[in-house]
């Protein structure tokens, strides 16, 4: 199994353009989060999926971010317009049936500028 | 609702144990580990789902006392490629008897010298 992946792996771009963030889950898993890393905030947790339906996305910032699954592999989280706050390492996760342990996929550097 | 995690950072000769506490103002349903390096991604240890269970993972285990709402992640004869920083991710028990993914801890940095 390829693991879960992320694209793409670097992304730069200036304030105020769309972001789009792509994550494909492992095959059979159920379970899709969205974290956020920084050093002042560390891991957050965005939004999770469980079959295909947002279960808690309460930890969206604003209404900025937006993240969709439009099938069972594959998700897609929106930043628009983007700000330089917005600057991270975003990672994707799966997991079976959400109580599992989750696999990571390699995270995406997000720089703002 | 962010667990608190002791020490933030621990600095072992390999060989050394150590031990990593995570606890929470909320009642927890189970508790997750992982370990981090440097420019990765994070790294599933192990999970623990029973009050007072105790699970190993190489020299690595782990128990979780959920009266006490806290897990301890103990590290025994640390190698080299334990170093990195550990981190909890409790499961809050909600009254509907559902649980519900809480966020990360803030993470232990874990460096192991030769």
């Known amino acids: 199994d390829a693991g879960v992946i992320q694209s793409p792996r670097h992304e730069v771009t200036e304030m105020g353009q769309e972001v789009t963030l792509r994550c494909k889950l492992i095959s059979g898993h159920n379970s899709l989060f969205w974290y956020r890393q920084t050093m002042m905030r560390g891991l957050e947790l965005l939004i999770y999926?469980?079959?295909?339906?947002?279960?808690?996305d309460s930890g969206m910032p604003e209404d900025r971010f937006s993240a969709k699954m439009p099938n069972a592999s594959f998700s897609t989280l929106k930043i628009q317009p983007s700000e330089p706050r917005d600057s991270a390492v975003y990672f994707c996760?799966?997991?079976?049936?959400?109580?599992?342990?989750?696999?990571f996929g390699s995270g995406t550097r997000l720089t703002v500028v | 609702q962010q667990p608190v995690q002791s020490p933030q950072a621990v600095i072992l000769r390999e060989g050394e144990d150590a031990v990593i506490n995570c606890s929470s103002s909320?009642?927890?349903?189970?508790v997750h580990w992982y370990r981090q390096k440097h420019g990765e991604a994070p790294v599933f240890l192990m999970i623990l789902l029973k009050g007072g269970e105790q699970k190993g993972h190489e020299k690595i285990s782990a128990s979780f006392n959920e009266k006490k709402q806290q897990s301890s992640l103990y590290l025994t004869a640390s190698q080299l490629s334990y170093s990195g920083t550990y981190f909890c991710g409790p499961y809050l028990l909600i009254s509907s008897g559902s649980a519900r993914q809480l966020t990360f801890g803030s993470g232990t940095q874990l460096t192991v010298l030769p």
């Open positions: 996760a799966s997991s079976l049936q959400g109580v599992d342990g989750y696999t």
């Open positions: 909320k009642a927890l349903y189970s």
């Open positions: 999926f469980n079959n295909n339906v947002p279960i808690d």
